[in-house]
């Protein structure tokens, strides 16, 4: 018998400044066995080491949703009558508490993990993404990481903290949550502390693709290289830092660095995953304050779309 699966609310049923304030217009819904993906809000910026205002990205972010239809017409991806996805809510954070904040958000994801749904996650900062992993790997095991970002946040500790936003990737690689042979980090650049700030990440094993390295040029061939790096079968989760892209497309971030990748980059990158075996993704850091367009947020919406088009098994309409 085939499934019944939930679809966003239509332009034509419901005006789109009108209805539900949900991801893409979807019912929400409890975690349960009956979902393939869950959207999910962590509005966490009290990890973030500059501006703050991540806390407000889930809502923004939904909001500007409004406007993603349910097919790509480039790829012709259906994912909407591929998976039973539904927009579960906001983790129930302690505001005041970092540590706190990052336990609540691993049993969050533990309790999502024990029905067998994928996590979509909308943030926040980046700090979210390490307590994700945390609870992804009790299940698919040590994984492939697709890494999109102006920095590499792999400090050894931030004013004595060893877990924030700028931390996270060198304590998954410490704790075995990825496989620094099968991880990459595309979109590093600016300044530094050193000259050997990226090396720590490259001396794991790690494929480093600076943004000088992305200027002028289709990402399809690196995204090819990528795919044959981690294979089809091991488990990739994505994270995509807002600040990965360039100023002048994604303003509304905290640590905002020129001469970044373009929103067609973006794209490619997110389309480039197919293929592989997604387990999950995020897209975080996205700071409505400083975009009062909501241009930042509707590209966040757009790339998330393309995220869930890239989960194995969503449909490609001929």
Not at 6 to 11: D, T
Not at 32 to 41: C, E, T
Request: with cysteine.
């Amino acid at each position: 018998m085939s499934r019944s699966f939930n679809q966003p609310l239509g332009g034509n049923e419901m005006p789109r400044f009108g209805g539900p304030g949900t991801m893409f217009r979807l019912p929400s819904a409890p975690l349960s066995d009956d979902l393939d993906i869950a959207i999910v809000g962590v509005p966490l910026d009290i990890g973030t080491s500059n501006r703050s205002g991540s806390r407000f990205g889930p809502r923004s972010v939904r909001n500007e949703s409004v406007l993603v239809r349910p097919y790509g017409m480039a790829t012709r991806a259906a994912p909407f009558d591929s998976f039973q996805i539904a927009d579960v809510g906001d983790v129930p954070l302690n505001t005041f508490n970092l540590k706190e904040s990052i336990r609540i958000i691993e049993d969050y994801y533990d309790q999502l993990v024990s029905h067998d749904i994928k996590p979509l996650t909308v943030g926040g900062d980046h700090t979210i993404a390490l307590p994700i992993l945390r609870a992804l790997k009790k299940k698919h095991g040590t994984m492939a990481l697709i890494h999109v970002d102006a920095h590499a946040d792999i400090n050894d500790d931030m004013f004595g903290e060893r877990e924030c936003h700028g931390t996270i990737f060198r304590r998954a690689l410490e704790e075995g949550l990825v496989d620094g042979n099968k991880m990459v980090q595309i979109g590093l650049r600016a300044t530094g502390y050193s000259a050997e700030d990226f090396d720590w990440s490259r001396n794991q094993g790690v494929r480093v693709v600076q943004a000088e390295e992305c200027w002028h040029k289709s990402l399809e061939p690196l995204m090819a290289e990528v795919r044959q790096r981690i294979g089809e079968e091991t488990p990739v989760y994505l994270s995509f830092d807002i600040d990965g892209l360039d100023p002048s497309v994604a303003p509304g971030t905290g640590t905002p660095e020129p001469a970044g990748l373009t929103a067609a980059q973006g794209l490619e990158i997110i389309r480039g995953c197919w293929g592989t075996n997604v387990v999950g993704a995020d897209l975080v850091e996205v700071s409505p304050p400083y975009d009062p367009s909501g241009n930042t947020s509707l590209l966040a919406a757009n790339l998330l779309f393309e995220m869930l088009c890239s989960f194995p098994g969503c449909l490609r309409r001929d």
